[in-house]
């Protein structure tokens, strides 16, 4: 019933192989379309995806260097912080 195939990657233009096993998958799950990236593609694709906004390559987030609106004390943050709003410390956030 199948037999596998040579498909073009859409992103590296590089031939894959659209195996048996992996058609019957397709079919099983009810895709209809066939798949337009090579696994190596698809890979980074889902990586880049998942990257979550402000995280390095490692997965660590990003903080940014403040200083606390309330007491003046320098501490960092997860996210970039605006000038209109007041940004505090750990301590000054949890009193208020």
Not at 28 to 45: D, H, L, T
């Amino acid at each position: 019933m199948y037999s596998d195939k040579s498909l073009a990657c859409r992103d590296c233009q590089g031939e894959f192989i659209f195996t048996v096993g992996e058609q019957e998958f397709y079919a099983e799950k009810g895709f209809e379309n066939e798949p337009a990236r090579c696994p190596s593609c698809r890979s980074n694709r889902r990586q880049r995806s998942s990257g979550g906004g402000d995280r390095s390559e490692r997965g660590e987030r990003r903080m940014y260097t403040v200083t606390c609106s309330a007491c003046g004390v320098g501490t960092e943050v997860p996210f970039n912080p605006t000038s209109d709003r007041p940004v505090y410390c750990r301590s000054c956030f949890q009193n208020r």
